[in-house]
């Protein structure tokens, strides 16, 4: 889970950036909040992120000292990365092979300044 300040704007990163689908929404108006849980797929066979929407917090959250970064693995990092920048995507390290090993990685921000890092696979 990950708490975000505009979820209208998360929304648009993962679903039109990164291409994840809206599995479902639900906002609470007694607790002033909504939760919005997006994927690849359906709930039942694949991985979910969900994102928590307090309406009332406009300055925001501080990434806390134990989160390190979402993976998600992509066929074609370098059309990925051209395409993410086309669409306004911060690209944080370029495409490139990890430091000591082959796998070639990327590291992109959404708009909470959460890290995703991409990584390679065929």
């Known amino acids: 889970m990950l708490r975000v300040k505009n979820l209208q704007k998360s929304l648009e990163f993962y679903i039109g950036a990164l291409g994840m689908r809206l599995l479902r929404r639900q906002d609470y108006p ?6 919005a849980f997006i994927g690849y797929g359906d709930e039942s066979d694949n991985t979910v992120l969900e994102l928590t929407h ?11 000292t134990a989160y390190g970064h979402i993976a998600i ?4 990092i370098y059309a990925t990365c051209a ?32 890290k995703i890092e991409l990584i390679q696979r065929d």
């Open 30 to 35: 007694s607790g002033r909040f909504t939760l």
């Open 54 to 64: 307090n309406w009332d917090n406009a300055e925001g959250y501080e990434i806390g």
């Open 73 to 76: 693995a992509v066929r074609d």
């Open 83 to 114: 395409e993410l920048a086309d669409f306004g995507v911060k690209i944080t390290r370029a495409p490139g092979p990890m430091k000591f090993s082959p796998t070639v990685i990327a590291f992109i921000e959404d708009p909470d300044s959460y």
